[in-house]
């Protein structure tokens, strides 16, 4: 980081050092005028975890029985976060007994005599936010069998949090910060008593925001699914609390809610989760249900195109490709180079799927996931479509990418199609890459066809001292597809196709014309894990040696796998493994 930008976050730091001091000295609150019920979703086996001195958070795993959170050693600046931000406290709640809850209130109060005078990196608008959501929403188990003064204590610490909100929501980041902010804001305003006086302001913020950061398709400028998944969740609830306060959600907000469900929709697999594209994951199990349960908004997008990504739902089967350019520089910090990547799942298991953030692992890890290698895609000559960039504050962009990717989706009489291409190979090599997919009604069937052209005399140019540097041996490209680690992978045919045996029992067979079909090494990388998970995937290889080159595959189920497959093995292990 540059001495300008320490200075910056060192000034920022001590604002909100000094509006928390500040806030100490306004009106408290002394009871609740009402009492949200809790809608975070925690897990019952992390809970369990957590109160035996097992802390998972932020991709770190340090085992500390009977040791109070607050003395344990903060890995690095996320790992403090999640600390402070209190997140954890859902796992306590969805445990339930009485460990979980001694430890809940042992930790929140200690939280108080040790930072919650301004002290801390918990004093952010994003990390208040956050905390008071988890705070009023589970204070009745936090409560529980606590004498009048430690309630007393409890209260005067959540009105000095929103009192803090009220001066420094504004500097937070724009987007998922901000919005956690105001959502916070807006709990502490329509529960506590003598808070109420937030309430407008916090609502004016809001509102402004889903203007600005929510767009016409009911998208983000990250492209991240689990980010706009986060968006919609904070939104549902905020509008949830106002209307049992009898107060009414404006028209922005209601609005950006019916925006957003029917894009979530769109990425969506047929298994619940999310399609793990620019750094978002699978999303928290049921999360995503209960959320657009809670919106009550039914709509689909009719032409399945959402936020720069195309969804093929068939039978029991659906194909999400991402369709659009790289976010833009500014919204790129964590974006991926993507383009025309897809995931596949059949039924409650996924198939074909990126490798996913490494960002929970290291800046190598985080790197390697956001190459284009790491997606299931064309790759031309070992190379990336999109560049990274670094800032004076060694902050990654997105720089260089594809800069037009048309797109035309169309069905025919027996199956959806797809087709679309992009430029990011144009600069260097005068190749436009294009991926055709049919997916046929049933589901069973998806073909493949992916193209390298050169379409005008300057591309050909290019292309052609691209060549000369090979010898005319051509350019190599490879097409991946990453494989999620319950699939169990053969090489099948002589060699001529690979098996591919889901958990539920099914086969799907992956073929290819005229390329080499091999199976290589790779991994799944999942934030809630404390290392990669070790997987496959199938790479078709080929040379690009004249104006056009032409790759077809294909996946399909042999004629003997039954329609309906009867699948009641359970979801993958916990997360938490030791």
Same mark, same amino acid.
């Given at each position: 980081m540059s001495f300008s930008n320490d200075l910056s976050a060192r000034y920022t730091q001590l604002l909100n050092r000094l509006a928390a001091r500040r806030a100490a000295l306004g009106r408290s609150s002394t009871a609740f005028i009402a009492q949200p019920e809790p809608r975070t979703i925690g897990s019952f086996a992390r809970g369990k975890q957590l109160s035996a001195g097992n802390f998972l958070l932020a991709g770190h795993l340090l085992q500390r029985p009977d040791t109070s959170m607050w003395d344990l050693p903060t890995p690095e600046h996320a790992f403090a976060q999640a600390l402070h931000g209190f997140g954890w406290l859902d796992d306590l709640v969805a445990a339930g007994g009485v460990p979980e809850r001694d430890c809940a209130q042992q930790w929140l109060w200690a939280w108080i005599d040790r930072f919650g005078n301004g002290q801390g990196p918990g004093w952010s608008p994003d990390l208040a936010g956050r905390r008071l959501i988890r705070w009023i929403s589970h204070a009745l188990f936090l409560l529980n069998g606590q004498p009048a003064e430690a309630s007393h204590v409890f209260h005067r610490s959540l009105a000095m949090q929103t009192n803090f909100l009220a001066r420094r929501w504004k500097a937070s980041a724009p987007g998922i910060s901000r919005f956690e902010a105001l959502t916070g804001l807006i709990y502490a305003s329509t529960s506590l008593e003598g808070m109420e006086r937030h309430f407008e302001p916090a609502v004016a913020g809001l509102d402004k925001e889903c203007r600005e950061q929510i767009d016409q398709q009911g998208g983000l400028p990250t492209r991240n699914p689990e980010e706009l998944l986060d968006v919609f969740t904070l939104l549902t609830w905020a509008s949830v609390v106002m209307g049992q306060s009898r107060r009414q959600v404006s028209d922005a907000h209601w609005h950006a809610?019916?925006?957003?469900?029917?894009?979530?929709?769109?990425?969506?697999?047929?298994?619940?989760?999310?399609?793990?594209?620019?750094?978002?994951?699978?999303?928290?199990?049921?999360?995503?249900?209960?959320?657009? /349960?809670?919106?009550?908004?039914?709509?689909?997008?009719?032409?399945?195109?959402?936020?720069?990504?195309?969804?093929?739902?068939?039978?029991?089967?659906?194909?999400?490709?991402?369709?659009?350019?790289?976010?833009?520089?500014?919204?790129?910090?964590?974006?991926? /180079?993507?383009?025309?990547?897809? &995931?596949?799942?059949?039924?409650?298991?996924?198939?074909?799927?990126?490798?996913?953030?490494?960002?929970?692992?290291?800046?190598?890890?985080?790197?390697?996931?956001?190459?284009?290698?790491?997606?299931?895609?064309?790759?031309?000559?070992?190379?990336?479509?999109?560049?990274?960039?670094?800032?004076?504050?060694?902050?990654?962009?997105?720089? +260089?990418?594809?800069?037009?990717?048309?797109?035309?989706?169309?069905?025919?009489?027996? +199956?959806?199609?797809?087709?679309?291409?992009?430029?990011?190979?144009?600069?260097?090599?005068?190749?436009?890459?294009?991926? +055709?997919?049919?997916?046929?009604?049933?589901?069973?069937?998806?073909?493949?066809?992916?193209?390298?052209?050169?379409?005008?005399?300057?591309?050909?140019?290019?292309?052609?001292? /691209?060549?000369?540097?090979?010898?005319?041996?051509?350019?190599?490209?490879?097409?991946?597809?990453?494989?999620?680690?319950?699939?169990?992978?053969?090489?099948?045919?002589?060699?001529?196709?690979?098996?591919?045996?889901?958990?539920?029992?099914?086969?799907?067979?992956?073929?290819?014309d005229d390329?080499?079909?091999?199976?290589?090494?790779?991994?799944?990388? &999942?934030?809630?894990?404390?290392?990669?998970?070790?997987? +496959?995937?199938?790479?078709?290889?080929?040379?690009?040696?004249?104006?056009?080159?032409?790759?077809?595959?294909?996946?399909?189920?042999?004629q003997e796998t039954p329609v309906g497959v009867r699948d009641l093995a359970q979801n993958d292990l916990d997360p938490i493994e030791f």
């Open positions: 809610i019916k925006r957003i469900a029917p894009t979530l929709r769109t990425l969506r697999h047929t298994d619940g989760g999310l399609a793990r594209f620019h750094g978002g994951g699978r999303g928290l199990d049921g999360r995503l249900d209960y959320a657009l /349960a809670n919106s009550g908004v039914k709509t689909r997008k009719p032409n399945g195109l959402s936020m720069g990504f195309s969804r093929l739902s068939a039978g029991r089967s659906s194909v999400i490709v991402d369709v659009a350019p790289p976010p833009p520089r500014r919204a790129s910090s964590e974006a991926h /180079a993507s383009t025309l990547a897809l &995931e596949m799942t059949s039924g409650r298991r996924p198939i074909l799927v990126n490798c996913g953030s490494g960002a929970s692992f290291g800046i190598d890890w985080r790197r390697a996931g956001r190459s284009t290698p790491s997606h299931s895609t064309l790759t031309l000559n070992d190379q990336s479509s999109a560049m990274l960039d670094a800032d004076a504050n060694k902050h990654e962009y997105m720089v +260089k990418g594809p800069t037009s990717v048309p797109i035309e989706v169309t069905q025919t009489s027996d +199956k959806h199609r797809l087709e679309a291409g992009h430029n990011g190979y144009v600069r260097d090599y005068g190749l436009t890459h294009v991926r +055709k997919l049919e997916l046929s009604f049933d589901g069973r069937s998806l073909v493949g066809e992916d193209m390298l052209f050169a379409i005008d005399d300057a591309d050909k140019e290019t292309f052609e001292a /691209a060549l000369d540097k090979t010898a005319l041996k051509g350019l190599p490209f490879n097409v991946r597809f990453h494989l999620h680690p319950d699939v169990d992978v053969s090489i099948d045919m002589g060699g001529n196709a690979v098996s591919l045996a889901l958990m539920s029992g099914e086969v799907w067979l992956l073929r290819a390329a080499d079909i091999v199976v290589e090494p790779s991994v799944y990388l &999942e934030k809630t894990r404390l290392k990669p998970r070790a997987t +496959k995937q199938v790479v078709l290889k080929g040379r690009a040696k004249t104006y056009v080159s032409r790759l077809r595959w294909s996946m399909s189920k042999p």
